[in-house]
């Protein structure tokens, strides 16, 4: 078995230590079942592949992201209509997954393995601070977390040098060698993580995707066999 290398941790919050896309499935359903309609995962599927492509022009600061909570609705309902317009859903729709509390899938076993190693561990966001530290802790996560990083506190977001260099210096953190970033975001996380002279993980749905990470990883689980060598 590995020792683990990393003496501090960063963890993006949506799909990787939450299972956001389980949340999106049930908030999606609800929404159609307003209007007496079941769907199948075929909407939901539609969902997530707009939801992707609008992040990825996020990314690029080719949109904003209030443009992308509205757009990605009123994209999805030239697909499939919904009775109220994509300015009234695009609200609600945030409402009810800032109270969505899916921890992913081998995300509690993971951290306490971490924990266990010796590792600091820090949440580490471009979503709005009060909404993530509170998901992660009624996912009953928080017990593993030393700090928490969002990009609305730190004045920052990632993929910016300037977000990476505030929580390293608050994280306590003197050896850049022995910090790894987790992330499902290519982009923002891994490569920027990867520039600043973090070690990348890549985790998730995008784990495929060209990046600059050390470690690939479809599942929490998997990103755990790779990362202690089991």
């Known amino acids: 078995m590995t020792k683990f290398p990393f003496t501090t941790v960063f963890f993006d919050v949506d799909c990787c ?23 199948a995962d075929e909407t939901v599927l539609s969902y997530q592949s707009i939801n992707r492509t609008l992040w990825k022009y996020l990314d690029r600061g080719e949109i904003t992201r209030e443009e992308l909570y509205l757009r990605r609705f009123r994209l999805l309902f030239e697909q499939y209509p919904h009775i109220l317009p994509a300015e009234k859903v695009a609200p609600w729709f945030l409402d009810q997954l800032a109270h969505a509390y899916d921890p992913a899938p ?4 993971l ?9 600091r ?6 979503g709005i601070g009060a909404v993530m ?7 009953g996560l928080s017990t593993y977390i030393d700090g928490c990083f969002a990009a609305d506190e730190v004045g920052a977001m990632k993929p ?25 975001n290519p982009v923002t996380d891994v490569n ?38 089991d």
Do not use: C
Request: hydrophobic letters at 35%; glycine letters at 10%; zero cysteines.
């Open 17 to 39: 230590l939450l299972d956001t896309h389980t949340s999106e499935r049930r908030i999606l359903k609800e929404l159609y079942a307003q209007q007496g309609q079941q769907i």
């Open 106 to 109: 081998g995300a509690a076993h």
């Open 111 to 119: 951290l306490k393995r971490m924990k266990d190693a010796g590792a």
């Open 121 to 126: 561990i820090f949440t580490a966001s471009n």
């Open 133 to 139: 530290n509170g998901r992660v802790k009624n996912a």
């Open 160 to 184: 910016s040098p300037a977000y990476f260099d505030y929580i390293f210096r608050h994280s306590g953190e003197t050896d850049l060698s022995r910090t790894l970033m987790v992330g499902d």
């Open 192 to 229: 920027g993580a990867v520039e600043y002279g973090m070690t990348g993980a890549l985790l998730g749905h995008r784990w495929q995707s060209e990046s600059r990470a050390s470690y690939s990883a479809p599942t929490v689980p998997d990103l755990e066999k790779f990362l202690f060598g």
